[in-house]
């Protein structure tokens, strides 16, 4: 069988095709399919032409072997030091021998491919930051799941999400009566305590448009709220747009190029029909890294940059609380130990490693860094789509170790995390490990500890 | 055959070095692209060449970057290799001597005993990452053959040259083996992984720009 009906080389286009996916529990029927699945290899090898230029195709050359990036792996230290797990012999036993053998490899050695890009990588970019040559083994890999995505080998889970951006332009179905619906009867229920706080939806030129995860909007609606009283205290003029609120991108993890064009065309037309000043991301990592660092090139854009300026949560709650814009009420200040999770979409792979200490300034007693922190710091263990995928469970389980010794070691017993990814690993760390720790987004600290002006004070 | 090998041999084994490193360079950055590699290398080339400087300059200084200090022993091997296999063969008066005679050119030498430290100090650090290639299961399992005949051939370059300096009986053999040994490696530099000796540069420029154009160096620099 050279394509099956759930595992092929063409992405989800229908919702049909969709459905279909979601019903092969486990994804039973469709890595069965993968078995039988046939390699391209000419397309694989013409691709490979096509779009392996200089910096890739240097970097397989040169790679010294000289092991430096071996301990600058999360992943090779928890799997014990298996050598197997050294960043440059994970690529090089893969796209290296792709490249090699001019694409002529076999189903088998596909599927290990895919195991190895999905499993034992979470491009969270600190290899390359190790290594003398500047050698990012998870620039490599994102770009063999590209690959691999093309020639159909791609996680279950990550089809699927990306078939949802494809159909939804959202990591889930989410539609957008769903999303507005959602605000709508969200607002409602909060105004019984905050009499005029409102969810501006399509406001033009307003200072702030605000995206999100998904998520948000189909399984914590109250992360919205959360963020409309901020900015209601903050007194922003603020607005989401009703269709490209959504900055999210599967598509990135699953390697699926095409789907994060079109993902981030339908943000970027948002900002630019309602034309806001700047635009804020959710406590988001890797929707952040999708919508602010790559999107530009995936949609062409030549300066690198979204159509108007973007900020991430981080960034303007530092600015708010430094402004005076925010004020918080020092009796009400952390007063337990805590630690922040710098997560690499944001901090390595952005730049934004001050934001959050100057947060934790405000609102913390007793703020312990991590070691290491900032750009330097480990992934949490599920970045890179390995949270989602079912087949890689246990392979999570044991990554995940590694962010539980550097929370033990600060001996604190709360962790804020400001990014979905971050916190979920976190919050299965807490249930795999149980180390009696607390993990929390930033919202929910803020909103407990705000001080509010008199005249947004809900009536006695 | 010592002639011949310092005549006009010589000067097409360095014709073959500078012009095939150049080429490999001139080819490295046409070969980039903004697309591809997703970094804005023109629109924003103020922010990048910040962040190519930066990420040079910092790995070229010992214990400069945060994984120089995590390896300081390998570290020191590392620098202690490098630094004579860069600065006595540029310096050493036999070799600007003969540099001088053939095209004119003149520059200041080092001292002997500096030059015979350095080498020494390079062959025996060169020993010790060879031994670390095989010691280490994660160096280990990436080695091949190539990594080890570079390795072979460059401490084989060290040694004779060292034992060409000190004018014993045999000194004819260890200077040819030397002087043949120096063309091996000016005619494999361009096509082998000594090409390094030039792509160093352009990958951590790249990296570097990468850094300072799109992650985060337009608001901070990255830690290297
Ligand atoms: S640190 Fe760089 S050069 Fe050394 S083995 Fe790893 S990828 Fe290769
Ligand atoms: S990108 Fe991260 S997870 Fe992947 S090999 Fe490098 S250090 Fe390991
Ligand atoms: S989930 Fe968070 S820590 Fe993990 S790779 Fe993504 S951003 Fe980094």
Redesign the pocket.
């Known amino acids: 069988m050279p394509e099956g009906k759930l595992c092929n080389k063409k992405p989800v286009s229908t919702r049909e095709e969709l459905d279909a996916l979601l019903a092969d529990s486990n994804g039973r029927q469709y890595y069965a399919e993968m078995e039988q699945l046939d390699v391209d290899s000419d397309a694989l090898w013409a691709t490979i032409q096509k779009t392996m230029k200089s910096r890739l195709k240097t970097w397989l050359e040169i790679c010294a072997h000289c092991g430096l990036?071996a301990d600058?792996?999360?992943?090779?230290t928890v799997n014990e030091k298996d050598p197997t797990?050294v960043?440059s012999y994970?690529?090089q036993s893969t796209l290296g021998e792709i490249v090699r053998r001019k694409g002529k490899v076999s189903n088998e050695f596909m599927r290990m491919c895919m195991d190895t890009a999905w499993s034992?990588?979470?491009?969270?970019?600190?290899?390359?930051t190790?290594c003398p040559y500047g050698i990012?083994?998870?620039?490599m890999?994102s770009y063999l799941r590209g690959l691999l995505h093309s020639q159909g080998f791609v996680p279950w889970e990550l089809k699927i999400g990306s078939g949802m951006h494809r159909l939804f332009r959202a990591q889930m179905d989410v539609t957008v009566e769903d999303f507005v619906d959602t605000c709508q009867w969200m607002v409602e229920e909060a105004q019984e305590e905050w009499p005029c706080l409102e969810i501006p939806i399509d406001k033009e030129d307003a200072d702030i448009v605000y995206m999100i995860n998904a998520r948000e909007a189909k399984h914590y609606p109250e992360d919205i709220v959360e963020a409309a009283i901020l900015f209601h205290i903050a007194g922003e003029n603020w607005t989401m747009p009703s269709v490209g609120w959504e900055m999210t991108s599967l598509a990135m993890f699953a390697g699926d190029w095409e789907a994060c064009k079109m993902q981030v065309e339908t943000i970027y037309s948002a900002m630019e029909r309602l034309r806001p000043k700047r635009m804020v991301a959710t406590e988001c990592g890797h929707a952040y890294r999708a919508t602010v660092i790559e999107g530009p090139y995936w949609a062409g854009r030549p300066d690198g940059k979204p159509p108007v300026e973007c900020i991430h949560y981080v960034e303007w709650v530092a600015e708010a609380l430094e402004t005076g814009k925010l004020k918080i009420d020092p009796t009400k200040k952390i007063k337990e130990p805590v630690t922040v999770q710098d997560s690499?979409n944001y901090v390595r792979n952005a730049g934004l490693r001050e934001c959050t200490r100057i947060i934790m300034k405000h609102i913390a007693e007793d703020f312990r860094e991590m070691a290491p922190c900032k750009e330097h710091n480990?992934?949490c263990g599920g970045?890179?789509g390995f949270n989602g995928i079912g087949r890689y469970r246990k392979q999570r389980n044991i990554a995940l170790k590694m962010k539980r010794e550097q929370i033990l070691a600060t001996g604190a017993k709360l962790v804020v995390a400001p990014c979905h990814n971050c916190w979920d690993a976190i919050r299965d760390l807490e249930e795999e490990y149980q180390i009696g720790i607390k993990w929390s987004f930033l919202k929910p600290l803020l909103i407990k500890m705000v001080e509010v002006p008199p005249h947004l004070r809900p009536e006695e | 055959m010592y002639a011949l090998l310092t005549g006009p041999l010589l000067w097409f084994s360095f014709a073959v070095f500078f012009i095939g490193l150049g080429v490999r360079v001139v080819l490295y950055f046409r070969g980039l692209d903004w697309r591809l590699d997703r970094v804005a290398y023109t629109t924003q080339l103020p922010y990048g060449l910040k962040g190519a400087w930066r990420s040079v300059y910092k790995w070229l200084i010992p214990f400069g970057t945060h994984s120089w200090r995590e390896k300081p022993v390998f570290t020191l091997a590392f620098f202690v290799f490098h630094i004579g296999l860069v600065v006595v063969p540029l310096f050493l008066e036999g070799h600007v001597v003969m540099i001088r005679n053939g095209i004119g050119l003149s520059w200041p030498t080092l001292p002997q005993g500096l030059a015979d430290f350095l080498a020494i100090a390079a062959f025996l650090a060169g020993v010790g990452i060879g031994i670390r290639r095989f010691a280490l299961p994660e160096v280990r399992i990436l080695t091949d053959f190539k990594d080890v005949a570079l390795l072979v051939l460059t401490l084989t370059l060290l040694a004779s040259g060292i034992m060409a300096a000190r004018h014993t009986e045999s000194y004819m053999t260890w200077l040819t083996l030397h002087v043949l040994c120096g063309h091996v490696v000016l005619l494999a530099a361009p096509f082998t992984k000594l090409a390094h000796i030039a792509l160093f540069f352009c990958t951590r420029i790249q990296l570097g720009m990468d850094f300072g154009i799109k992650r985060g160096g337009m608001k901070t620099n990255f830690d290297w």
Do not use: A, E, H
């Not at chain 1, 990012?136 to 620039?139: I, K, L, Q, S």
């Open positions: 990036c600058s792996c999360f992943l090779y797990q960043p994970k690529i034992k990588c979470t491009c969270c970019n600190r290899c390359g190790y990012d083994m998870g620039v890999f690499c480990y992934c970045g890179g």
